[in-house]
């Protein structure tokens, strides 16, 4: 008896020796570091969609689909040289590969861009998904959807709408670093952390996209001079359809408004002297108040901005009465310039500063009875009232008294 | 009868906040918010305060029946018959719950972290592990207890605690929901009382603690450390993502440990050690699910044959997992069972305190 239990004893333990089933060596995975999404033009581009996950034209239920055509840099270690770091005339184009293949969805090209390549497509890297303005204007529901399903994405990369062909932004041959989806993501990642973007990356702009009342928004940029990629502002969405860009100065405003920190961005000042003074913001704040009169909301928004004195021209006369003149002046160029920009994003009825979801936590009833629906809403956001003050205090001068 | 492993105060109440923290933690909020909505965190409170008094009642059992378990005073107070027929019920939901909490757990593997190992094999290697834990000694089990939670809490708390500067507060607003009926409000809080339920374990260790009349001071402390961890769990989701998002997600919680940075970037991602603690969360509770099943069996056949038993209960917890077909089903059936578990544990311990009272049955003293 006893050397039986034994003997099932040991069989049992020989579970045990069989190894890891999701053993994939880093050599064996093409990791993604970028995607970027284009609409292809299938006759201008010929491009053909081999007949993968089978999903043509006859099964969409006659509903006309755009082809998406997708681009993606894989870096495969060991297989691609990556290093040594520096060393040498490698650009970039040598060192990450960069494939191409075109889809009905997303789902389609990746399985269409697996079947073209020997190594497992692995998502778990993905630094950046760099999506053109049409598809942007198009709609991102179904891109999002295979992103959000699968399970290797992180919610802390970066999603991109780019001027211009997305795939050239991809292709940008940074010298400095030797994969460019790393510099781009970095490039962002810095902005972030200088005040210059808010934290807007997938798993953020998510959130947005399913809250009702608040819009997503998404870095703009525009590829330079082949090899990097300027902060061009943000694009603005409405449910998931791309709705316009601000500027990089909008950028400041929207990030006053949403009291994002740090501050980043700066604003000329001029005085009646002539004297013209550069002031950055420092740290910002910003409080909402709603208030329903008429059965219609009215929003006012208070901004306080702390800000530096970084550049003065013309003049040299900062003294401590002249430091009132310029908050003044600050305030009032700040509060008409924050007021545009709010009318902006009325027009295209794009409400990115979530007025929508605080009059929805503030007023329940006031929701359920007026607004309902997210149309209606927007209706009512086009023609609410939202007044915008902005208070500039200047705290700092930097190194000179004067 | 007399002991000779005792469990200090600490470790029971560890016991009882390790249990409470288990498989469900990962898809918790969505439960609640989908019932409740916005009023979540209302609901979540409620159901603990009501799971309270259940807890009060039960400890009130334990103190005037300091010698037994469970499954001895049912027996004591209702009498042999039925106090056993209603214990082979219990039990049996028990092995019910250890069958599909597993699968629950297979289920995450193999959806987020191991797509190509089999499920049987999670599955197994759970149950196998959970089977070979000697039972005949609770201060073992008290000892595992003690040594994992920290190694729950604390990455529960590195994911929590940096989310904070993702919070939107208008997504806690208004806290009593945008329509919600008192039927959904209160079926949120029911989800949350059958979450931290498993807090019935610690009518089968009070027995064997250093001083059973004591028992209720750390009752009260392990329930409400457990609780507060779920409270905080679901507050800060929802913070966090809001009704709409949460409602889209199938595990919330590793969808916000994925979204975490850890100041200073020493960690790319924090979601692997999560997960990693989650295992050691579902261990625990799966454990004292263990626990109740193989130490209750033994006192209904008056056996010390602990070891037979955990392992003929393993693959019949092992073909309960395996039952459900798709993920759907493991968590309607989940529902089913939790619901219907806590709601039978609430009213019979009431009953059983009503009963005691009417037939003056007490415990012996030791």
């Given at each position: 008896m006893?050397?039986?239990?034994?003997?099932i004893l040991?069989l049992m333990a020989?579970l045990?020796?069989?190894g890891?089933?999701?053993r994939?060596?880093?050599?064996e995975?093409a990791n993604?570091l970028g995607?970027?999404?284009d609409?292809?033009d299938?006759e201008a581009?010929?491009f053909?969609i081999?007949?993968?996950?089978y999903?043509d034209k006859?099964?969409?239920?006659?509903?006309?689909e755009n082809i998406y055509?997708?681009t993606?840099?894989?870096?495969?270690p060991?297989?691609?040289?990556l290093?040594?770091?520096g060393g040498?005339?490698n650009?970039?184009?040598?060192?990450?590969?960069?494939v191409?293949?075109?889809?009905?969805s997303m789902?389609?090209?990746?399985?269409n861009l697996?079947q073209q390549?020997?190594?497992k497509?692995?998502?778990g890297?993905?630094q950046?998904?760099?999506i053109?303005?049409d598809v942007?204007?198009?709609g991102?529901d179904?891109?999002n959807?295979?992103?959000?399903?699968?399970?290797?994405?992180?919610r802390?990369?970066?999603?991109v709408?780019s001027?211009g062909?997305?795939e050239?932004v991809?292709?940008a041959a940074?010298?400095?670093e030797?994969?460019p989806s790393l510099y781009?993501?970095d490039?962002l990642?810095n902005a972030?952390?200088?005040?210059?973007?808010?934290?807007e990356?997938?798993?953020?702009?998510?959130i947005?996209?399913a809250?009702?009342?608040?819009?997503?928004?998404?870095?703009?940029?525009?590829?330079i001079?082949?090899?990097?990629?300027l902060?061009?502002?943000?694009?603005?969405?409405k449910?998931?359809?791309?709705?316009?860009?601000?500027?990089?100065?909008e950028?400041?405003?929207?990030?006053g408004?949403?009291?994002k920190?740090p501050g980043g961005?700066?604003m000329a000042?001029?005085t009646?002297d002539?004297?013209v003074?550069?002031?950055?913001s420092y740290?910002?704040?910003?409080n909402i108040?709603?208030?329903?009169?008429n059965?219609v909301?009215?929003a006012?928004?208070?901004?306080?901005?702390?800000?530096n004195v970084?550049?003065?021209?013309?003049v040299?006369?900062i003294?401590?009465r002249?430091?009132?003149e310029?908050?003044e002046?600050?305030s009032?160029?700040a509060?008409?310039?924050?007021?545009k920009v709010?009318k902006k994003?009325?027009?295209s009825?794009?409400?990115?500063?979530?007025?929508?979801?605080?009059?929805r936590?503030?007023y329940?009833e006031?929701w359920?009875?007026?607004?309902k629906?997210t149309d209606?809403w927007?209706?009512i956001y086009k023609?609410?009232t939202i007044?915008v003050?902005?208070k500039f205090e200047i705290i700092?001068?930097?190194?000179?008294f004067? | 009868?007399?002991?000779?492993d005792?469990?200090t105060?600490?470790?029971f109440?560890?016991?009882i906040?390790g249990?409470?923290?288990?498989?469900s933690?990962?898809a918790?909020p969505r439960?609640?918010?989908?019932?409740?909505?916005?009023?979540a965190?209302?609901?979540s409170v409620?159901?603990m305060i009501?799971s309270?008094?259940?807890?009060?009642?039960?400890?009130?059992?334990?103190?005037r029946?300091p010698?037994q378990?469970?499954i001895?005073?049912?027996?004591?107070?209702?009498?042999?018959l039925f106090?056993n027929?209603i214990?082979?019920l219990f039990l049996?939901v028990a092995?019910v719950l250890?069958g599909?909490?597993?699968?629950?757990?297979?289920e995450?593997?193999?959806g987020?972290?191991l797509p190509d190992t089999?499920?049987?094999?999670?599955?197994?290697a759970m149950?196998?592990?959970c089977?070979v834990?000697n039972?005949s000694?609770?201060s073992t089990?008290?000892y595992?207890?003690?040594?994992y939670f920290?190694?729950i809490?604390?990455?529960?708390?590195i994911?929590?605690?940096?989310s904070?500067?993702?919070?939107e507060?208008?997504?806690?607003?208004p806290?009593t929901?945008h329509?919600?009926?008192?039927?959904?409000f209160m079926?949120?809080?029911?989800v949350?009382?059958?979450?931290?339920s498993n807090?019935?374990?610690?009518s089968m260790?009070?027995?064997?603690?250093k001083n059973p009349?004591?028992?209720?001071?750390?009752?009260?402390?392990g329930f409400?450390?457990?609780?507060?961890f779920v409270?905080f769990l679901?507050?800060?989701?929802?913070?966090?993502?809001?009704?709409?998002?949460?409602l889209?997600?199938l595990?919330s919680t590793?969808?916000?440990?994925r979204m975490v940075e850890?100041p200073?970037e020493i960690?790319?991602r924090?979601?692997a050690?999560?997960?990693i603690?989650?295992i050691?969360?579902?261990?625990?509770?799966?454990?004292?699910?263990y626990?109740?099943?193989?130490?209750g069996?033994a006192e209904?056949f008056?056996?010390?044959k602990y070891?037979?038993?955990?392992f003929?209960a393993?693959?019949i917890?092992?073909?309960?997992?395996l039952?459900?077909?798709?993920i759907?089903d493991?968590?309607?059936?989940?529902r089913?069972?939790?619901?219907?578990s806590v709601?039978?544990y609430?009213?019979?311990?009431?009953?059983?305190?009503?009963i005691?009272?009417?037939r003056?049955?007490?415990g012996?003293?030791?």
């Open positions: 006893k050397k039986i239990s034994w003997l040991l020989s045990f020796l069989s890891c089933w999701d994939y060596d880093l050599e995975r993604i995607i970027a999404i609409v292809v299938e581009e010929n053909t081999p007949e993968i996950t999903r006859d099964t969409l239920a006659g509903e006309e055509k997708l993606a840099q894989l870096a495969v060991g297989k691609i040289k290093g040594p770091e040498g005339n650009t970039s184009d040598k060192t990450a590969w960069v191409q293949t075109a889809g009905f789902k389609d090209a990746m399985a697996q390549l020997a190594e497509l692995y998502l890297h993905l950046i998904i760099i053109n303005e942007a204007k198009i991102l179904d891109i959807d295979f992103l959000k399903r699968e399970y290797e994405v992180r802390t990369a970066w999603m709408v001027t062909k997305a050239d991809l292709r940074p010298p400095i030797t994969v781009l993501s490039t990642e972030l952390r200088f005040g210059k973007l808010p934290r990356y997938l798993g953020k702009f998510w947005d996209l809250d009702i009342g608040i819009d997503g928004v998404l870095p703009y940029v525009k590829l001079e082949q090899e990097r990629i902060v061009n502002g943000l694009a603005f969405f449910h998931d359809k791309m709705a316009g860009s601000m500027t990089p100065f950028i400041g405003v929207f990030l408004m949403k009291e920190n961005y700066g000042v001029s009646d002539g004297g003074y550069i002031l950055e740290q910002r704040d910003s108040e709603l208030k329903i009169k059965d909301p009215i006012s928004i208070t901004v306080e901005i702390e800000a970084e550049e003065q021209s013309n040299k006369n003294t401590n002249k430091i009132k310029i908050e002046e600050a009032n160029v509060t008409k310039k924050y007021n709010v994003w009325q027009e009825e794009s409400d990115v500063i979530g007025i929508g979801a605080r009059v936590a503030k329940p006031y359920q009875q007026e607004v629906t209606k927007a209706e023609q609410m007044e003050n902005v700092r001068t930097g190194m000179e004067k | 009868m007399k002991h000779s005792s469990v105060s600490v470790q109440a560890i016991i906040a249990t409470i923290l288990g498989v933690i990962l918790l439960f609640v918010i989908e019932e409740a909505g916005n009023a965190p209302l609901a409620v159901g009501i309270f008094i259940g807890l009060l009642g039960l400890l009130y059992l334990g103190k029946f010698n378990t469970f001895g005073y049912s027996k004591t107070i209702l009498g042999k106090g027929f214990m082979v049996l092995l250890i599909l909490e597993t699968r629950q757990f297979a995450v593997l193999v987020g972290l089999p499920i049987h094999f999670s599955i197994f149950l196998f592990l089977s834990i039972f000694n609770v089990f008290a595992i207890h003690f040594f920290p190694l809490i604390i990455p529960l708390l994911v929590l605690l940096p904070f500067k993702d919070i507060y208008y997504h806690l607003l806290i929901g329509e919600i009926s008192l039927t959904e079926s949120g809080a029911i949350i009382m059958a979450a931290v807090y019935y374990i610690l260790v009070i027995p064997y603690l009349k004591k028992c209720v001071t750390p009752g009260i402390w409400l450390i457990g609780t507060f409270l679901v507050t800060i989701s929802l913070a966090v993502f809001g009704e709409m998002k949460i889209e997600m595990w590793l969808v916000l440990a850890v200073g960690l790319a924090i979601d050690i999560f997960i603690s989650w050691f969360a579902v261990f625990t509770t799966l454990l004292s699910y626990f109740i099943f193989v130490r069996v209904i008056s056996t010390k070891r037979l038993i955990s003929i393993l693959p917890a092992f073909f309960i997992a039952f459900p077909r798709d759907f493991v968590y309607s059936y989940l089913v069972f939790w619901t219907g709601m039978f609430f009213v019979y311990v009431f009953f059983l305190m009503v005691a009272k009417v003056r049955k007490k012996s003293v030791g």
